[in-house]
C-alpha cells in the first residue's frame, strides 16, 4: 500500500474553505484516493473518492493533479461541525482480494468561531 | 439510509475474560471488517472477512481473536482471555465490493471496550 504523507493538525475558521494536502509519491497505477473523516468517538465516514482530476460531490472537492502523486481535499465554507480528524487513503485491492481501508494518523481540523 | 450497526455501544469485563463484539453489516455487502482504534491512537485494521471465511488479517490479529458470521446478518468479533491493553474502540465495517473502484467502507458507530 501507498504510503501517505499529510499534516498532523489545521486551524480554520467558520466560513473559510480548507484544502488538506496529502502526498502518495509511491502511489499505483490502480490505487484510488479517498478521504475519510472522523468525529471523536464515532466510526470513519467516507467523504469522497477519486483516481484523477477533479472530482466534486455535495461535501467536499478532490483534486488529483497529472502525476498522482498527491491530492488535495477541499472543504468549501466550513463550519465548527466540520472539526474533525481527516483521513487519506491510498490504495486497491489487498492480496485477497479484499479492499482493506487503511489509516494514518490523518490531519486534525480544528474550526474556530 | 443503510448503516451498520455495533451493539453494545459500551462493554466493561474484567481481565481474562472473553468478550463478543456484535455487528449487523449493510445487507448486500460483500466484505466485513473489524478495526479497533486505541484512544489517542490511529485506526488498526484487525481483520476482513468474504465468503464466509477471513480474507486478511493484520499481525494484531492473533490466536486471542477470532470472526464469525453465525447466520446472514451478523458478523461478531470474539476476544478471548482479554487483556488490559485490548481497551480500545472496536469498529466493525462493511463493503459492497464489485471493484478496486469502490473504496467506500461504510463504519459502524463502534464498541467501547474497557477492560479492567
Known sequence: LAKTTQPISMDSY?????????????????DYITWYQ?????????????????????VASLFIPADRKSSTLSLPR??????AVY???????????SYIPTFGRGTSLIVHP | EPEVTQTPSHQVT??????IL???????????????????QKVEFLVSFYNNEISEKSEIF????????????NFTLKIRSTKLEDS?????????GGGAWNTEAFFGQGTRLTVV
Not at chain 2, 33 to 40: A, E, P
Not at chain 2, 88 to 96: G, K
Open chain 1, 14 to 30: 467558520e466560513g473559510q474553505e480548507v484544502n488538506i494536502t496529502c502526498s502518495h509519491n509511491n502511489i499505483a497505477t490502480n
Open chain 1, 38 to 58: 472522523q468525529f471523536p468517538s464515532q466510526g470513519p465516514r467516507f467523504i469522497i473518492q477519486g483516481y484523477k482530476t477533479k472530482v466534486t460531490n455535495e
Open chain 1, 78 to 83: 466550513v463550519s465548527l461541525s466540520d472539526t
Open chain 1, 87 to 97: 483521513y487519506c487513503l491510498v490504495g486497491a485491492l489487498a492480496s485477497g482480494g
Open chain 2, 14 to 19: 474484567q481481565m481474562g475474560q472473553e468478550v
Open chain 2, 22 to 40: 456484535r455487528c449487523v453489516p449493510i445487507s448486500n455487502h460483500l466484505y466485513f471488517y473489524w478495526y479497533r482504534q486505541i484512544l489517542g
Open chain 2, 62 to 73: 492473533d490466536d486471542q481473536f477470532s470472526v464469525e458470521r453465525p447466520d446472514g446478518s
Open chain 2, 88 to 96: 480500545a474502540m472496536y469498529f466493525c465495517a462493511s463493503n459492497q
